[in-house]
T-cell receptor, first 115, second 117 residues
Framework: AQSVAQPEDQVNVAEGNPLTVKCTYS??????LFWYVQYPNRGLQFLLKYITGDNLVKGSYGFEAEFNKSQTSFHLKKPSALVSDSALYFCAVRDRAGGSYIPTFGRGTSLIVHP | GAVVSQHPSRVICKSGTSVKIECRSLDFQATTMFWYRQFPKQSLMLMAT?????????EQGVEKDKFLINHASLTLSTLTVTSAHPEDSSFYICSASLLRGGIDTQYFGPGTRLTVL
């Protein structure tokens, strides 16, 4: 079975400050991990993914995420937040060992960047 | 690359009518497409998985006779909401799967806002 948790419904950060959006996962084997962003009334846009290799994954718009196997986490980060980063962020996981090739999505975290 | 479009972006219809939503992968062929439903401030709910040339696989609790899915080609899947009712009002999002970087990655359409009066 695979599951993913985004413990924060909302994250508030001031523009220019670093941001972190948290994600933890549970899988039977090793995970594939994804981050997506959704702007209002739009579909999801792919940001980045972890398959294997370096634990730090760099993605679109200056975002990066760090895979931490011991903590089963894949937190999304950005060194300096922009107001335009305000959106809904979804983490997703897929178990390499599982039979399903469909990822499970978290409930989403609303990021609000204040000017 | 990996652009997915949906049409229409917004539709308002009367109760009892049927509505068709198209999902297209514009610059790649997708053997698998997915249909999701999203309620306000909630996550995505997977409705069905659509494979080209075969019947869709519906998630538990999704009425296949109400939500008809056709995947006629490698670039087009359609979702038809039959005999729509106000409770079917929602944001419907499709995605298409593309093998990239060693793994199938889903790329999403912009969504369709359905309002049933």
């Amino acid at each position: 079975a695979q599951s993913v948790a985004q413990p924060e419904d909302q994250v508030n950060v001031a523009e220019g400050n670093p941001l972190t959006v948290k994600c933890t996962y549970s899988v039977s084997g090793n995970p594939y991990l994804f981050w997506y962003v959704q702007y209002p009334n739009r579909g999801l846009q792919f940001l980045l993914k972890y398959i294997t290799g370096d634990n730090l994954v760099k993605g679109s718009y200056g975002f990066e995420a760090e895979f931490n196997k011991s903590q089963t986490s894949f937190h999304l980060k950005k060194p300096s937040a922009l107001v335009s980063d305000s959106a809904l962020y979804f983490c997703a996981v897929r178990d390499r060992a599982g039979g399903s090739y469909i990822p499970t999505f978290g409930r989403g975290t609303s990021l609000i960047v204040h000017p | 690359g990996a652009v997915v479009s949906q049409h229409p972006s917004r539709v308002i219809c009367k109760s009892g009518t049927s509505v068709k939503i198209e999902c297209r992968s514009l610059d790649f062929q997708a053997t698998t497409m997915f249909w999701y439903r999203q309620f306000p401030k909630q996550s995505l709910m997977l409705m069905a998985t659509s494979n080209e040339g075969s019947k869709a696989t519906y998630e538990q609790g999704v009425e296949k006779d109400k939500f008809l899915i056709n995947h006629a080609s490698l670039t087009l899947s359609t979702l038809t909401v039959t005999s729509a009712h106000p409770e079917d009002s929602s944001f419907y999002i499709c995605s298409a799967s593309l093998l990239r970087g060693g793994i199938d990655t889903q790329y999403f359409g912009p969504g369709t806002r359905l309002t049933v009066l």
